[in-house]
């Protein structure tokens, strides 16, 4: 669905978050939808989605329901989550909302799911996190044999389900692609998932495409039918280091709310993450020419199908990203693609 034979195609993320203090949630929303419409008449091939819960920046919730609205307004790009965190669902919710926005899509829904990590998540919505590597297998098993056999009946060491009908269903099935950092998620992801996501955020993006491909080889799949897919940051900006002063505090707020969701009430709070303080070099920020090698330099070091990136990071203007992403369409894209091609 991602892949372009030996160019990378590229894709858009979004979170639906706001930086505090928070807006008009309609409007903001409003603006998000509008700017995937437009990624798709800019040539964008995909839209991918993220989810958390409980937090007061409104980070999107709910997933599937907005792959759903996106599906009936869009009529190419892909639709998928990454993540969706599976092991807090119960599975065969999730297949059911799948069907449907594979569905309504027309077929262009790809399910990503990953393990989650947040302690007040796992807590609240009634899911013992310490099970979640097993929780993400079963429910894929649960998930995959709904959408292919049609039938409920499963038994396993966290779920068991008596055999009934499971309809509707997409014609073929859906992809489910995995999210893994860790050397087992990601032998997991190989073993089960039909493609990989992965992040140029924590960084080490290139050693984690060679442990993919290792995981591959051990369990005897090919990597030309396993889609990698990247996810980061990417801001363009014609002026010289406008494009750090546009974003560099959106980055620093999502770099610190992820540090604190991700600390346990029983450790220390983490402190806030500055500006001044950020590895520049995990994000692809800067005028077209510099994202463009920067780009060129990470498929030659870890060849990506598809490169998605936040489409509204949190505190960026609805003008500002639209701006971004007519500008990465018109000078960014078409140099990658064409370097890739002539490789």
């Known amino acids: ?52 819960h409980f937090v007061d ?143 140029t955020g924590g960084g080490a993006f290139g050693e984690t495409y060679r442990r993919v491909r290792a995981a591959l080889e051990r369990h005897g799949r090919s990597e030309e039918e396993f889609p990698y897919v990247a996810s980061g940051v990417i801001f363009v900006h014609e002026e010289a280091g406008r494009a750090r002063q546009i974003v560099g505090p959106a980055i620093a707020y999502q770099r610190t709310r992820y540090a604190e969701w991700g600390t346990d009430r029983e450790r220390p709070r983490p402190e806030p993450i500055r500006e001044e303080d950020l590895p520049w070099e995990r994000y692809l920020v800067g005028t077209p020419e510099e994202v463009a090698e920067a780009l060129i330099r990470l498929h030659r070091e870890a060849p990506y199908d598809h490169f998605c990136f936040w489409g509204r990071l949190p505190g960026v203007t609805h003008e500002e990203a639209l701006a971004n992403m007519r500008l990465f369409s018109s000078e960014v894209a078409p140099r990658v693609r064409d370097a890739a091609v002539g490789a």
């Open 57 to 199: 920046d409104g980070y999107l919730p709910s997933p599937l329901v907005v792959a759903a609205a996106i599906g009936a307004r869009t009529t190419t790009m892909t639709i998928g989550t990454n993540v969706l965190l599976l092991p807090m669902h119960h599975p065969l919710r999730v297949a059911e909302d799948a069907a449907v926005a594979a569905l309504v899509s027309g077929g262009r829904f790809v399910l990503g799911v990953g393990q989650g990590y947040v302690q007040h998540e796992f807590e609240t919505l009634g899911f013992d996190r310490k099970y979640r590597p097993s929780l993400l297998e079963e429910g894929i098993e649960v998930i995959r044999r709904a959408l292919q056999e049609g039938r409920t009946g499963y038994s396993g060491r966290r779920w068991s389900f008596d055999d009934l009908p499971f309809e509707p269903r997409p014609e073929g099935g859906l992809p489910i692609y995995v999210g893994a950092f860790a050397d087992p998620a990601i032998d997991r992801a190989a073993r089960l998932a039909d493609g990989f996501l992965a992040s």
């Open 1 to 52: 669905m991602v892949q372009n034979g030996a160019a990378p195609t590229f894709g858009l993320w979004y979170d639906f978050r706001q930086r505090l203090p928070l807006g008009d949630y309609s409007r903001f929303y409003a603006e998000c939808l509008e700017e995937i419409e437009e990624g798709e008449r800019l040539g964008f091939a995909g839209v991918w989605l993220s989810e958390h």
